[in-house]
């Protein structure tokens, strides 16, 4: 078990999503940072839609009641376990009576804590995803709260291998880590200037040239007003070329709407199943943890790419994903010998 006595700016329990029923108008909600959640998930031996911890900027603080075996990826939130810091991307085996605390952002936004045999909350139409704004999914349909104890699941097989050698390890250490992680291209965070690919959007011809151009040549500041629905941008003003009107459409993570004052609004996990405003781009899906790792006051620019272009992104982040789970499967096959 574990024990909340901090509960941080905004913590909540995530897998990757409630899928299937937009058509009934039930967001799909999830994790921001999918790639982050799901290396996570693969350091501890769980499976890729385990449910993690996502933690927003300012992480909690929090007490193991039991040994555990975690892993932080994603945003560097300046993880520390009684005093002592904790390495990113990569596994970790906590002793019980161990607290762990988080303290200011070094990098990106969100990071992902994941625990071997996840967090035991029920399932919400399949999935434990919390919704806040519906009150369902994850721990009581809210964000953590201080004294919340959350259950963990059964370990894998995978899992118990992992935690038995770095227990091993270290007997007298609170905590005890292992010396290899990931591969760089796997860490999520935002550069000084990211740049996110785009695939033309269904109505971006309705755009001015003017518009076109500054799109994917200028670059848009993230607002205070955003949050895990969308991103409000601030930039020039995108104009069309005639008003019109336009029934609503099916919008996804990484749909880039332009209200009629102009000013962009990129969708994300908590977006609405449908949206009436032009769409200029579709941020393409290998980006998405990039913007998920953007926070207000940064900037981010577009780069004008195909849907073919898209598509063969994907399935090489894909390949380098299922090379890494089977990577981290024979690392401690040969450890364990």
Known sequence: MIKITKPGLLTSVQDLGRYGYQKFGVIASGVMDQTAHRIANLLVGNDENAATLELTLLGPDMEFEKDALISICGG???????????????????????????????????????????YTVNDVMESKSTYVRAGIGGFNGRALLADDVLEIGKSSELSQQIASLLADQSEEEKFAQVTWSIASEFMTLSESKPKARVIKGRQYDWFTKESQIKFFS?????????????????????????????????????????????????????????????????????DHSLMAQL????????????????????????DQIQQLKQGIALKIKQQSK
């Open 76 to 118: 560097d939130l300046s993880p520390k376990i009684d005093g002592n810091s904790v390495k990113l991307w990569r596994p970790v085996f906590v002793r019980a009576g161990s607290k762990l605390k988080f303290g200011g952002c070094k990098t990106g936004c969100r990071a992902y804590l994941a625990v071997a045999g996840g």
């Open 218 to 286: 200028e670059p848009f500041e993230i607002t205070s007003k955003s949050d895990r629905m969308g991103y409000r941008l601030k930039g020039s003003k995108l104009e069309l070329e005639n008003e019109q009107e336009m029934l609503s459409e099916a919008v996804t993570f990484g749909t880039v709407q332009v209200p009629s004052e102009g000013n962009p609004i990129i969708l994300l996990a908590d977006r609405q199943t449908t949206g009436g405003y032009p769409k200029i781009g579709q941020i393409a899906s290998v």
């Open 295 to 318: 926070k207000p006051g940064d900037k981010v620019s577009f780069v004008e790419i195909t849907h073919e272009e898209a598509q063969k992104l994907y399935l090489h982040r894909e």
